[in-house]
Structure formats: structure tokens, C-alpha cells
């Protein structure tokens, strides 16, 4: 009777047991690929937030810029090739803003003048050519590296036109890659995830390997 019994037990709990593995692997499934997703969408929300703040933080120095290059100062240092003045009124604005590695400006020839005291030629820099040779009026530069001082910076640049409206030089910031990398290393994915940025060329601009940063190109 015992032996009866204990069978149909089996029979009843076999069944039961096997269900409720099932059911326990489905939720856990579930729940894995629930934690996946809402993963991957706060990484990509962190990643947006983060894009954001970039271009805001860019934005407003295409505005300084471009004000800048309207500037009797500008305009007339260009006109007359008289550029101590300006170069010394520019020299306080670059060391009120810790992310501005220098401004300067260059002639049509490529000459340029700076805040930090040096001098060379950009003509065959390509914010340049956009500028002179196509007739943009602002040019953000992918990252590369400072001919002045040889740091990793980008360069915002803007035409100075005369009355005319015909373009006379540049005017234009090096802008260090300190707070793109900043901005970047505060995204925090998981335990072991990290952010990152590239330009538009695919060159690692922000990284917290030091042996990737400008280096490495997707």
C-alpha cells in the first residue's frame, strides 16, 4: 500500500517539480533580459546626456568666437597687421577660461599670432582652407594636435570680415580635450563599463586608457 502510494506521489510531484523549474528559469530569463535592457537603455541615455552637454559646451564657444571675430579689435588687427593690442586684450580672456589652451588669429596667408606668444602658420590646417578657400563663416575642428604647443586640442574658428564683407583672416580658439574627457569619464556603466568619445573621423578623443587616447582610430 506504502509502495502504491509513494508512486502516485512521484507521479503527482514530478510533474509539479518540473513546472516550477520551468517556470523559475522563464522569470529568471525575464528578469535577466529586463535588467539587460533597462541597461542598455540607461547607457544610452548617459551617452545622449552626455553628447548633449558636448555640443552645448561647444556651441557656446562658436558663439565667444564668433563674437570675437567681430570685434573692431579683430577686424582692424587684420586690416592693418597691427596685432600686439588685440593679442594682449585676448591674452585676459584666455586666462579666465581654464579649457582655452590660447586664441589667435591668422592673415590670409597663413600667419598666425597668439595669447601664449607664438607664432607660425596654419595655411595648411583645414579649419583654414574652410574658411579662406570655401568661404565658411564658423569651423569646428576634429581633435589634432597644437602646432604652438604640441598638446591634443581642437580649434573652433570664425572668419573676420571687412565692411565689405570680403574675409580678411581668422579669428580662433585651441581648445584642450581636458573637459570632453572630463564629461566622458563621468559616465559610469555597470561595474567595469566606461565612456568614451571619438571624432568625426573616428579618432579617440577621450578615453581612460592613455594609450588609446589619439591613438586609436574605429
Not at 571619438?198 to 578623443?205: E, F, P, R, V
Request: hydrophobic fraction near 45%; aromatic fraction near 6%; charge should be negative.
Amino acid at each position: 500500500m506504502k509502495t502504491i502510494r509513494s508512486k502516485m506521489l512521484l507521479l503527482i510531484l514530478v510533474p509539479i517539480v518540473v513546472i516550477l523549474v520551468a517556470v523559475a528559469l522563464i522569470f529568471q530569463t525575464q528578469i535577466k533580459n529586463s535588467t539587460v535592457t533597462l541597461t542598455e537603455d540607461m547607457s544610452l541615455e548617459l551617452a545622449q546626456k552626455a553628447s548633449d552637454a558636448v555640443a552645448e559646451w561647444i556651441e557656446s564657444i562658436k558663439k565667444e568666437v564668433t563674437l570675437m571675430a567681430d570685434t573692431d579689435a579683430v577686424v582692424n588687427a587684420l586690416k592693418t597687421g597691427n596685432w600686439q593690442d588685440v593679442i594682449e586684450d585676448l591674452k585676459s580672456k584666455a586666462a579666465e577660461r581654464s579649457y582655452i589652451e590660447m586664441f589667435f588669429i591668422a592673415y590670409p596667408d597663413g600667419t598666425y599670432y597668439s595669447t601664449t606668444g607664438s607664432t607660425g602658420n596654419v595655411a595648411d590646417r583645414k579649419y583654414f582652407m574652410d574658411i579662406m578657400q570655401k568661404g565658411k563663416s564658423i569651423v569646428v575642428s576634429d581633435a589634432l594636435v597644437s602646432k604652438a604647443t604640441g598638446a591634443n586640442v581642437f580649434v573652433v574658428a570664425a572668419a573676420v570680415k571687412d565692411e565689405t564683407g570680403k574675409t580678411i583672416g581668422i579669428c580662433a580658439a585651441t581648445v584642450t580635450l581636458d573637459t570632453i574627457s572630463e564629461i566622458a569619464a563621468g559616465i559610469k556603466i555597470g561595474k567595469t563599463g566606461y565612456g568614451w568619445a571619438a571624432d568625426s573621423t573616428g579618432l579617440i578623443i577621450a578615453h581612460p586608457d592613455p594609450n588609446v587616447l589619439m591613438k586609436f582610430n574605429l
